[in-house]
């Protein structure tokens, strides 16, 4: 019996559900309190998801959706590495 589902996440700030893969992953990790992205899943902790598209990096940064539902303030670099995603 084969596994057939689809595994769908949502994206934190347009509400859509789409494949993990479509989605940037960014993890607060349990031990350490670090948040880093998490693309190979090999992270355990608070993670949210978020659309690669401009508007939904910049929409969610604005308005701090990624830091509300981590509970934490984002590094500035990862922040930067955010705006780098939106040049590319």
Do not use: W
């Not at 989605?23 to 902790?45: E, P, S, V, Y």
């Not at 401009?54 to 929409?59: A, N, T, Y």
């Not at 940064?61 to 705006?83: F, G, T, V, W």
């Amino acid at each position: 019996m084969t596994d057939t589902r689809k595994f769908l996440r949502q994206c934190v700030n347009c509400k859509e559900y789409k494949n993990k893969q479509d989605l940037i992953r960014i993890t607060k990790d349990f031990i350490g309190g670090n948040i880093q992205f998490n693309n190979n899943n090999q992270i355990n902790g608070r993670s949210v998801y978020l659309c690669k598209n401009s508007e939904c990096i910049k929409e969610a940064l604005k308005k701090k959706k990624i830091e509300h539902s981590l509970k934490s303030q984002i590094p500035e670099n990862m922040k930067e590495e955010l705006y780098n995603l939106l040049k590319n």
